[in-house]
């Protein structure tokens, strides 16, 4: 089992607060799944639309209300590392398909899909669930719980949706896969408001870093 210390923001090395890290930025949802176990996935039917950009703080999102943006992700699934997947570490695997997505019946989207896979070891994973468990048993009725986390990826290029046409192969897609030994999470609160794209106003509940060694 990896080593992990959950290092709360109160402790943080003063650097660590400027940082611009990549950054998901997405409603969640735990769930079991039969076969691989503990996930957090996305809400179904998120109220606002999945974020990726290199931000220091969630509420960086906030600047941009352009609701008539895609969504930045399509798909989000954070996973529990076990056995011995659990030396490797956690990963993050950030990657535009090469086609478009068949949504039924014939339809297809009009943009490339980008998939978020991350996979954490288990302290680091069910810290975050405890915390999210936390998050939505004590929020109002009316609010909705948001997580934000990140890691340093120095300058890349971020996977962003393309036109795409049915059938249509794209060539050149971007994919982001690294090794994350220390993560940022963010989790906060936000009112429902008109827009689809972001919320207007942020709440943080908590920041951490997971740091494993």
């Not at 954070?78 to 997505?101: C, T, V």
């Not at 300058?155 to 192969?169: E, G, L």
Request: net charge negative; charged share 30%.
């Amino acid at each position: 089992m990896k080593d992990v210390e959950i290092v709360s923001e109160d402790q943080w090395h003063a650097d660590w607060r400027q940082e611009r890290r990549l950054t998901l930025l997405f409603e969640p949802s735990i769930k079991e799944d039969a076969w691989c176990g503990p996930l957090v996935e996305e809400f179904w039917l998120p109220h606002w639309q999945n974020r990726l950009d290199f931000v220091t703080q969630a509420a960086d999102f906030c600047a941009d209300e352009d609701e008539h943006k895609l969504r930045d992700l399509d798909n989000i699934v954070i996973q529990r590392r076990g056995g011995n997947a659990e030396l490797e570490g956690s990963a993050f695997d950030l990657r535009e398909l090469n086609e478009a997505r068949e949504l039924g019946l014939q339809h297809y989207s009009s943009h490339s899909p980008i998939f978020a896979d991350i996979r954490l070891t288990a302290i680091t994973f069910d810290h975050l669930r405890e915390q999210l468990q936390a998050a939505v048993i004590d929020k109002p009725e009316a609010d909705r719980v948001l997580l934000a986390c990140g890691f340093l990826a120095g300058d890349v290029a971020i996977p962003r949706p393309r036109p795409v046409k049915p059938h249509q192969k794209l060539s050149n897609t971007i994919s982001i896969a690294r090794k994350t030994p220390r993560i940022w999470f963010e989790i906060a609160r936000a009112s429902e408001t008109k827009s689809r794209w972001v919320p207007l106003e942020m709440k943080t509940l908590g920041r951490w870093m997971a740091i494993e060694r």
